[in-house]
């Protein structure tokens, strides 16, 4: 399935020792298999469905609290399933600047999101839907190594089955040309 794709081509990158951001972990599932492959994770996530652990820093708030205060260095930010849940002027204006300054030259951002509501649609509304051009627009110059935009029936999170649209991009940061 494509989904999976999108996650093997970032766990794929993941050296050991990156500082890897978690955005909207969920129960952490991705979080584990990065700590797996040698990375030091920090997943934010405001819900309890993650439990805290020795392996993972969680960091029980949401993330637009996060960037607030945060002053780290990341070598990757990983954002799956969680934009279409806000506001994407907030996201384009707020979230999307602050990786870019605190992502390291090199670093990685994996993206997956919706570019169309799911069918049947959610009950709690979707706030933004993104296509692959207007996403990788936000990045200008940065190295565009997955993008793809497709269908797929799949089970939500209560195994409710859906028809998703989804949106996956990964890119990585280059550093800017000297003049
Ligand atoms: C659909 S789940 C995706 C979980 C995980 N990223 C995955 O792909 O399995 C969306 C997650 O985003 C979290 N979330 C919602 N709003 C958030 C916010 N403002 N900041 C951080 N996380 C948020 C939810 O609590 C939920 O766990």
């Known amino acids: 399935m494509k989904s999976k794709e999108f996650t093997k081509q970032f766990l794929f990158q993941i050296q050991p020792g990156w500082k890897i951001i978690d955005v909207g972990a969920g129960n952490g599932h991705f979080s584990r298999l990065f700590v797996e492959r040698g990375a030091i ?73 919706f570019f169309k509501e799911p069918s049947p649609p959610f009950e709690n509304s979707i706030k933004s839907l993104y296509g692959l051009k207007e996403l990788a627009d936000e990045f200008p110059g940065w190295q565009i190594l997955l993008k793809d935009e497709y269908e797929h029936y799949d089970s939500d999170m209560r195994g409710k089955k859906r028809l998703f649209y989804a949106t996956d991009l990964i890119m990585r940061k280059v550093a800017p040309k000297e003049v």
């Open 41 to 113: 994770v920090t997943a934010i996530e405001p819900s309890s469905k993650i439990a805290e652990e020795e392996s993972i820093q969680v960091i029980r708030t949401n993330v637009e609290d996060f960037i607030r205060t945060d002053v780290g260095k990341y070598d990757a930010v990983f954002i799956r399933n969680v934009i279409q849940f806000l506001s994407k002027d907030w996201v384009y204006r707020a979230l999307f600047p602050w990786i870019d300054t605190h992502l390291v030259v090199n670093g990685l951002i994996g993206v997956e999101t």
